[in-house]
């Protein structure tokens, strides 16, 4: 049997919290909605770059851009722009 369940949404940026301890400003950002929730990302981040963000592994994500498939080669390609609906579904395997 596989389960399907949706990628979270909670969590920090990494980058954001190193700039604050280092006084530096914080990395410009956008507002996407991430499996219908809201979140900040760097400008310019792309599907691949979301997915390291997020710490998943691309083998087992289907990953979804304002309504549209996103095919896993173009990942690295696709930037995300701002108030993006981004929607992934991680298939995890179970017995």
């Known amino acids: 049997m596989v389960a399907v369940t949706k990628a979270g949404a909670a969590g920090t940026n990494r ?7 280092r006084n530096l400003p ?3 950002t ?3 909605r991430l499996n219908g929730e809201p979140r ?3 400008v310019g981040t792309t599907v691949a770059g979301l997915l390291r963000l997020l710490e ?3 083998d087992r994500v289907a990953v979804e851009l304002d309504r549209t498939i996103v095919r896993r ?3 690295e390609a696709t930037a995300i722009g701002p108030e993006a609906g981004v929607e ?3 298939f995890v395997g179970g017995g």
Do not use: F, K, T, Y
């Open 26 to 28: 914080p990395p410009a």
């Open 56 to 58: 998943i592994q691309g």
């Open 40 to 42: 900040r990302v760097p």
């Open 73 to 75: 080669p173009d990942w």
């Open 30 to 32: 956008i507002e996407i």
């Open 88 to 90: 992934l579904v991680h």
């Open 15 to 21: 980058r954001d919290s190193e700039a604050q301890d």
